[in-house]
């Protein structure tokens, strides 16, 4: 059967981290063409073996998202070489926590600024005027459960997911009527390697796996999903 996503081009910003990477290859095996954003060339490397053949039609652009004219120029290249942009997920993010409020630096709040909510910010600025002018898209932002969730000692990090949400929300409002979606998923705990490593004592199978979500934010990209506009949906 032929997926809807043969043909389409999407964007994975992050799409070499431990999410990121799941969504990739879940376009990939839909079909899609995928360009993701890296910061390190050895991990688009490792995507790269671990699609196979999905990786003819994979591409991507080794960006560091604090760097906005970097960001911006690799987002216009991806579209004069594509001429059209179907989907943009944002899986760049990080969590720093750890200390009440008036014990974190305010380092800490600006660089979960960067990660979690500038990311979304530049890359969505970059990329609606090209679904605009198509009349369609479908945007993703990974935002966190902690967005509603105000767990102590993540006050940087709460505030930076609860900031992404209602930017997410308001983007949706804009896009009201123009055929192009805007949505955020909100995930707890994911099954990564870091986690594992960082909570070695955890029950690592009550984690939602990087793969489910990655079929969810397919499901959130495809026609099917079409009424779906402005939610934050938690998985
Ligand atoms: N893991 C969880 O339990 C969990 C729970 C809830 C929400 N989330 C959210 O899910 C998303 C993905 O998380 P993950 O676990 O997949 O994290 P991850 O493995 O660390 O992946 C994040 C990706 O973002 C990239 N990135 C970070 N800072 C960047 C920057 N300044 N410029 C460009 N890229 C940058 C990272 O690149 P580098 O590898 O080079 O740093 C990495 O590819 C994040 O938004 C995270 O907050 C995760």
New binding site residues.
Partial sequence: MLSEFEGQVALV?????????AVSASFLEAGATVIV????ES?FDTLKHAVGPGAARLSGYG????NESGLTDAISDLVARHERLDVLV??????LAGAPLWETETSVLERML???LH?GYRLARAVVPTMLKQGRGALVN?????AFNHMPSAGAYVAS?AAAVAMIGSLAADLKGSGVRANSI?????D?E??RAAMPGADHSA?SK?EDIARVILFLCSSDARLIHGAAIPV
Avoid at 186 to 190: G, K, N
Wanted: glycine share 16%; with cysteine.
């Fill in positions: 910003g992050g799409g070499t981290g431990a999410l990121g990477r954003t890296y910061r390190r991990e960006v560091d998202v604090m944002n899986a760049i993010g990080g969590y960067s990660m979690n990311s990974v935002a966190a459960t902690a997911k909100c995930p707890t705990i994911i990564t870091a986690n984690w990087p």
